[in-house]
């Protein structure tokens, strides 16, 4: 966790953190430049969502059904008004009692339809926000390691989680809004032509300002949303940098730091929000405005021109309440673009990790690999991460199926990255590398993960059980081979020390359990699979000496049978390979036994005397 802030700096105040003490990131609301336009976002949308356009047509003309019940009750309010009286003078009750019954099974009717279509879109946005996180998850575990290491691991988090759910609300509301608000405002419209054209005429003068004034706010409100949206994924970065690094702040001090770097992530989301509400308080002003604009230029012109416009009492009611009812929809625009907005910046983040080129693409019709050991082949292997300098060249090498190798070499001379690239975590930008005479690339993924696994060095463990942590390494496996899997390690005693045996809970990460014990599950992962090159990151650092004893003599039944790939940042792990490859700046520059790289003098030789100094002076 890099903590870079000045520690002789004072504590920002709220008004000045988020202009000080970080960089400005993300797009200026008040600039021209637009990104992807929210059409084409929607469109995108919809496409990779067919749950949420599935039955749009139904939904749409439910709108168009509860829209016009709307309009239905002002025309039955005018019939009541308008009604002749009957020869004696009287008021025909039998009339307006049946105009309020058919008015009362309007409203009923438009109230249910309402809730159904508003039931509907929340079921079919349940599903495509499900989907489209799933398929956001699936992305994420196909992305290459140059991704994962450009990209915060609280951004990745937030395209599924706060993203998402912005993107759910719009569905579930949003989407109702734009589907029943239109045709509300077109039908008023038409209706108040029908009674009057010039009344209907001074309406649309009022509210006609809205229409560049919205397309000028839209332009920037997404501008803004999508700074937001930066900004929330930035913070939660943060967040998960803090959490993810509880101990290492504890244990160096760190609190007031990092408190510092939070404060300026949830200062710079928080202005980035305001910036987007100035646009979102806008509209709703202009709505406001608008609606009083209009009501008065109806009641001034309707009352003082109704003999000239030939208005009857029951119609200039009947415009007044249409005018009225315009107020609601456009009003709601303020609310309903907002939502929109905040949607589309969010969807585009979620659609843009989705359609993300891939850099290690699945081969459609793949190769299987044989059974048992596989040998290795790498040819003019070359790598960089992208962007960056080129951190494997020209490497070439045969191992032998069943060889046990251990790779060598100072921090940065590129043994880890190899090793990825055996089990294709990414592929090489130059050369090939073949298992069991069989193109990497052209691997069909099933045969390649039955066939190919790496233990990491942290041993990463999930939030379950023993038991089920080993099981991810063959999900059919019963209990019976797991059990046989720590027998034949020998560490059948290591599983039996606890009460609960493998069903102890290893919390998150595995926390509950030392490195070494992580390890020890990862080796028994590993057993189960029972794979044919098995690739390790150092499975003995850092270990104490009863745990390495155990891992020592687990290795070595683990090495039987098949071939392994050590990285090996302790030497005493190279002197008992088959064969030694020697990494030096990106260069495979030595291969060979431990012996004949000693008597060779170079590269080995010096890392093993560097190694066994420092062993002598630490145990002496």
Same mark, same amino acid.
């Given at each position: 966790?890099?903590?870079?802030?000045?520690?002789?700096?004072?504590? *920002?105040?709220?008004?000045?953190?988020?202009?000080?003490? #970080?960089? &400005?990131?993300?797009?200026?609301?008040?600039?021209?430049?637009? *990104?992807?336009?929210?059409?084409?976002?929607?469109?995108?949308?919809?496409?990779?969502?067919?749950?949420?356009?599935?039955?749009?047509?139904?939904?749409?003309?439910?709108?168009?059904?509860?829209?016009?019940?709307? #309009? +239905?009750?002002?025309?039955?309010?005018?019939?009541?008004?308008?009604?002749?009286?009957?020869?004696?003078? +009287?008021?025909?009750?039998?009339?307006?009692?049946?105009?309020?019954?058919?008015?009362?099974?309007?409203?009923?009717?438009?109230?249910? +339809?309402?809730?159904?279509?508003?039931?509907?879109? =929340?079921?079919?946005?349940?599903?495509?926000?499900?989907?489209?996180?799933?398929?956001?998850?699936?992305? =994420? @575990?196909?992305?290459?390691?140059?991704?994962?290491?450009?990209?915060?691991?609280?951004?990745?988090?937030?395209?599924?989680?706060?993203?998402?759910?912005?993107?759910?609300? /719009?569905?579930?509301?949003?989407?109702?809004?734009?589907?029943?608000?239109?045709?509300?405002?077109?039908?008023?419209?038409?209706?108040?032509?029908?009674?009057?054209?010039?009344?209907?005429?001074?309406?649309?003068?009022?509210?006609?300002?809205?229409?560049?004034?919205?397309?000028?706010?839209?332009?920037?409100?997404?501008?803004?949303?999508?700074?937001?949206?930066?900004?929330?994924?930035?913070?939660?970065?943060?967040?998960?940098?803090?959490?993810?690094?509880?101990?290492?702040?504890?244990?160096?001090?760190?609190?007031?730091?990092?408190?510092?770097?939070?404060?300026?992530?949830?200062?710079?989301?928080?202005?980035?929000?305001?910036?987007?509400?100035?646009?979102?308080?806008?509209? /709703? =002003?202009?709505?406001?405005?608008?609606?009083?604009?209009?009501?008065?230029?109806?009641?001034?012109?309707?009352?003082?021109?109704?003999?000239?416009?030939?208005?009857?009492?029951?119609?200039?009611?009947?415009?007044?309440?249409?005018?009225?009812?315009?107020?609601? &929809?456009?009003?709601?625009?303020?609310?309903?673009?907002?939502? $929109?907005?905040?949607?589309?910046?969010?969807?585009?983040?979620?659609?843009?990790?989705?359609?993300?080129?891939?850099?290690? *693409?699945?081969?459609?019709?793949?190769?299987?690999?044989?059974?048992?050991?596989?040998?290795?082949?790498? %040819?003019?292997?070359?790598?960089?991460?992208?962007?960056?300098?080129?951190?494997?060249?020209?490497?070439? !090498?045969?191992?032998?199926?069943?060889?046990? !190798?251990? !790779?060598?070499?100072?921090?940065?001379?590129?043994?880890?990255? /190899?090793?990825?690239?055996?089990?294709?975590?990414?592929? &090489?930008?130059?050369?090939?590398?073949?298992?069991?005479?069989?193109?990497?690339?052209?691997?069909?993924?099933?045969?390649? #993960?039955?066939?190919?696994?790496?233990?990491?060095?942290?041993? /990463?463990?999930?939030?379950?059980?023993?038991?089920?942590?080993?099981?991810?390494?063959?999900?059919?496996?019963?209990?019976?081979?797991?059990?046989?899997?720590?027998?034949?390690?020998?560490?059948?005693?290591?599983?039996?020390?606890?009460?609960?045996?493998?069903?102890?809970? !290893?919390? %998150?990460?595995?926390?509950?359990?030392? =490195?070494?014990?992580?390890?020890?599950?990862?080796?028994?992962?590993?057993?189960?699979?029972?794979?044919?090159?098995?690739?390790?990151?150092?499975?003995?650092?850092?270990?104490?000496?009863?745990?390495?004893?155990?891992? +020592?003599?687990?290795?070595?039944?683990?090495?039987?049978?098949? $071939?392994?790939?050590?990285?090996?940042?302790?030497?005493?792990?190279?002197?008992?390979?088959?064969?030694?490859?020697?990494?030096?700046?990106? @260069?495979?520059?030595?291969?060979?036994?431990?012996?004949?790289?000693?008597?060779?003098?170079?590269?080995?030789?010096?890392?093993?005397?560097?190694?066994?100094?420092?062993?002598?002076?630490?145990?002496?």
């Amino acid at each position: 966790m890099s903590l870079d802030v000045d520690p002789a700096a004072a504590p *920002p105040t709220p008004e000045t953190a988020a202009q000080a003490m #970080l960089p &400005p990131v993300g797009l200026d609301p008040d600039s021209e430049a637009t *990104p992807e336009g929210a059409l084409k976002v929607l469109r995108r949308g919809l496409a990779g969502s067919p749950a949420l356009a599935r039955g749009l047509a139904v939904t749409v003309a439910m709108g168009l059904s509860i829209a016009v019940s709307k #309009l +239905t009750v002002p025309v039955l309010i005018q019939r009541a008004i308008d009604r002749d009286p009957l020869p004696d003078g +009287t008021v025909d009750i039998a009339y307006i009692t049946w105009i309020a019954v058919a008015a009362a099974i309007v409203v009923v009717a438009a109230g249910f +339809t309402s809730w159904f279509a508003q039931r509907r879109l =929340v079921e079919r946005a349940e599903a495509a926000i499900a989907q489209l996180r799933v398929d956001a998850f699936v992305q =994420v @575990h196909r992305l290459s390691i140059a991704d994962h290491n450009e990209t915060q691991r609280g951004v990745l988090v937030a395209r599924v989680t706060s993203d998402a759910e912005a993107l759910a609300r /719009f569905a579930q509301w949003g989407l109702y809004s734009w589907t029943i608000h239109p045709v509300v405002i077109v039908g008023t419209f038409v209706v108040l032509a029908f009674y009057s054209w010039v009344m209907a005429l001074i309406v649309l003068a009022a509210y006609l300002p809205v229409l560049p004034w919205f397309k000028w706010l839209q332009r920037r409100q997404l501008l803004a949303y999508d700074d937001y949206r930066t900004r929330i994924s930035q913070m939660l970065g943060r967040f998960s940098e803090a959490v993810m690094g509880a101990a290492v702040i504890r244990a160096y001090g760190l609190e007031s730091r990092t408190r510092r770097r939070i404060h300026q992530s949830i200062n710079q989301r928080a202005q980035a929000r305001m910036r987007a509400n100035k646009y979102m308080a806008m509209v /709703f =002003v202009t709505g406001d405005v608008l609606s009083a604009v209009a009501m008065a230029g109806v009641l001034i012109i309707g009352i003082s021109q109704r003999e000239r416009l030939g208005l009857n009492g029951g119609e200039m009611v009947a415009i007044v309440f249409l005018t009225t009812l315009l107020q609601g &929809p456009i009003s709601e625009l303020g609310e309903t673009l907002d939502q $929109t907005q905040t949607a589309v910046a969010g969807w585009r983040k979620i659609l843009d990790l989705i359609d993300r080129e891939i850099d290690v *693409p699945e081969p459609v019709d793949g190769s299987s690999l044989p059974g048992g050991a596989l040998p290795v082949e790498a %040819e003019g292997v070359g790598f960089a991460y992208r962007g960056g300098p080129p951190v494997l060249q020209d490497v070439s !090498v045969r191992i032998p199926a069943g060889a046990n !190798v251990a !790779v060598v070499g100072e921090t940065g001379s590129g043994k880890t990255t /190899f090793a990825k690239l055996l089990c294709r975590l990414a592929d &090489p930008e130059q050369g090939v590398i073949r298992l069991g005479g069989v193109a990497l690339d052209t691997v069909a993924p099933a045969s390649r #993960l039955a066939s190919v696994r790496m233990v990491p060095q942290d041993g /990463f463990l999930f939030d379950t059980t023993i038991r089920e942590n080993v099981r991810f390494g063959s999900p059919g496996a019963d209990d019976a081979a797991i059990t046989a899997a720590f027998e034949s390690l020998g560490l059948g005693w290591w599983a039996d020390k606890r009460s609960e045996g493998l069903d102890y809970e !290893v919390g %998150e990460r595995g926390e509950s359990l030392s =490195v070494g014990e992580r390890q020890l599950v990862a080796l028994a992962r590993a057993a189960l699979a029972d794979p044919g090159l098995l690739i390790l990151d150092e499975a003995t650092s850092a270990v104490d000496p009863e745990t390495d004893q155990a891992l +020592t003599v687990a290795l070595r039944v683990l090495a039987q049978g098949r $071939t392994m790939v050590s990285i090996a940042h302790r030497l005493a792990t190279a002197e008992a390979a088959d064969l030694i490859l020697v990494f030096d700046h990106g @260069h495979l520059v030595e291969q060979g036994s431990h012996h004949e790289l000693l008597r060779a003098d170079g590269v080995y030789a010096r890392l093993h005397q560097a190694w066994v100094g420092n062993t002598q002076r630490l145990t002496g």
